[in-house]
């Protein structure tokens, strides 16, 4: 990544000390979004590997990953899937479990979302324990989905998750990290 970008990327995420709770740095991207040049810059940014390259669907994780998703599938020209938690699509679908930080949660996708063999690749706003995304990666698998990379805005590398999901074997790119949690 290019240092300058990651620099210029970075001035427009806002930290909010101890949010959902003390001790926590939250990265909110939301500040991201509302620049127009910060948000055309990393959605470029996480295009940029696959333009060219056939992508069939870009895969958004409710809610911030159907901001960025949607901007990354249509400059793909790719269709695009959300995952949602349990209980909010309308039409037959497929259900997970993941790990949160203290217990279960479910996600789902609709069932002929993506078909066999489709190269799909995964995007949300952040990536920390990687719980969410691995759930999110074994969910698009289980419906025969090849998963060809995950990308996120930003990486708490401390927490572990990009590490997880390229231990099974998905290329992560992020734009930028932060230390800590």
Request: hydrophobic fraction near 45%.
């Amino acid at each position: 990544m290019n240092p300058a970008l990651e620099h210029d990327l970075k001035s427009a995420v806002r930290t909010i000390p101890d949010y959902p709770k003390p001790g926590i740095l939250f990265r909110d991207i939301t500040t991201l979004l509302g620049d127009a040049r910060a948000f055309r810059r990393a959605v470029d940014e996480l295009v940029q590997p696959w333009a060219g390259s056939k992508i069939d669907k870009v895969a958004g994780i409710e809610a911030r990953g159907f901001i960025i998703g949607g901007a990354v599938a249509h400059q793909l020209s790719a269709g695009f899937v959300p995952i949602r938690k349990k209980g909010k699509l309308p039409y037959t679908t497929v259900r997970i479990a993941y790990s949160l930080e203290y217990g279960l949660d479910e996600m789902e996708m609709h069932a002929d979302a993506i078909h066999p063999g489709e190269r799909v690749i995964l995007v949300d706003d952040l990536v920390a324990t990687g719980g969410t995304a691995e759930g999110a990666v074994k969910l698009m698998r289980q419906i025969g989905a090849n998963v060809v990379a995950a990308c996120f805005i930003v990486d708490l590398p401390d927490l572990g998750g990009a590490a997880k999901l390229r231990a099974m074997d998905v290329p992560v790119r992020t734009l930028m990290s932060f230390e800590g949690h």
